[in-house]
T-cell receptor
Framework: AQSVTQLDSQVPVFEEAPVELRCNYS??????LFWYVQYPNQGLQLLLK??????LVKGINGFEAEFNKSQTSFHLRKPSVHISDTAEYFC??????????????FGQGTILTVHP | KAGVTQTPRYLIKTRGQQVTLSCSPI?????VSWYQQTPGQGLQFLFE???????NKGNFPGRFSGRQFSNSRSEMNVSTLELGDSALYLC????????????FGDGTRLSIL
């Protein structure tokens, strides 16, 4: 079984400041890693994914994340946030192989609030 | 390319009734997963269908069921509704192989009175 911990439930930040949203996971098998964003009254939008290869992955809207296998972390970063980045962000894992088909395990979410 | 479409967007039901939610995946996607999102429990996996077969199921009671049609469209049914079933139900589609990411619809918000 997998579990995902998002270390901050809320992160306030000023516009144009950098931000890091932290995610740690636990799994006895290999996993794929994802970050999603959810705006009010909408579904989840994929920001970026790590499947294999380079541990630094770039996504949409200027976001990037770094996979750290030894620390089982997948933190999301953006060097300069905008008001429009205000939303809830979810880290998720998907078991690689095995029989856990189609089951994303999500963290509890981090609400990012960008202040002017 | 059209995204994942869920209908209806909003539903109001009373306890004891049953409800059917619909999901049309992205064209070419054969896998459909369903999730329940609540403030208390967060996002929880319900089940996954691939080529009309349920391949995986989460820890939900048998009142929650689903199916997938030959065109990959999926439906989810909840019988004997309880107040605790009030939630946002999200459907996601993917190619269903490897680590292909899931793409989500905007959900159906179900309210139980």
């Amino acid at each position: 079984a997998q579990s995902v911990t998002q270390l901050d439930s809320q992160v306030p930040v000023f516009e144009e400041a950098p931000v890091e949203l932290r995610c740690n996971y636990s799994s006895s098998v290999s996993v794929y890693l994802f970050w999603y964003v959810q705006y009010p009254n909408q579904g989840l939008q994929l920001l970026l994914k790590y499947l294999s290869g380079s541990t630094l992955v770039k996504g949409i809207n200027g976001f990037e994340a770094e996979f750290n296998k030894s620390q089982t972390s997948f933190h999301l970063r953006k060097p300069s946030v905008h008001i429009s980045d205000t939303a809830e962000y979810f880290c998720a894992v998907l078991q690689a192989g095995g029989t856990s088909y189609g089951k994303l395990t999500f963290g509890q979410g981090t609400i990012l609030t960008v202040h002017p | 390319k059209a995204g994942v479409t869920q209908t209806p967007r909003y539903l109001i039901k009373t306890r004891g009734q049953q409800v059917t939610l619909s999901c049309s995946p992205i064209s070419g996607h054969r896998s459909v997963s369903w999730y329940q999102q609540t403030p208390g429990q967060g996002l929880q996996f319900l089940f996954e269908y691939f080529s009309e077969t349920q391949r995986n199921k989460g820890n939900f009671p048998g009142r929650f069921s689903g199916r997938q049609f030959s065109n990959s469209r999926s439906e989810m049914n909840v019988s004997t509704l309880e107040l605790g079933d009030s939630a946002l139900y999200l459907c996601a589609s993917s190619q269903g192989t490897g680590g292909q990411p899931q793409h989500f619809g905007d959900g159906t918000r179900l309210s139980i009175l």
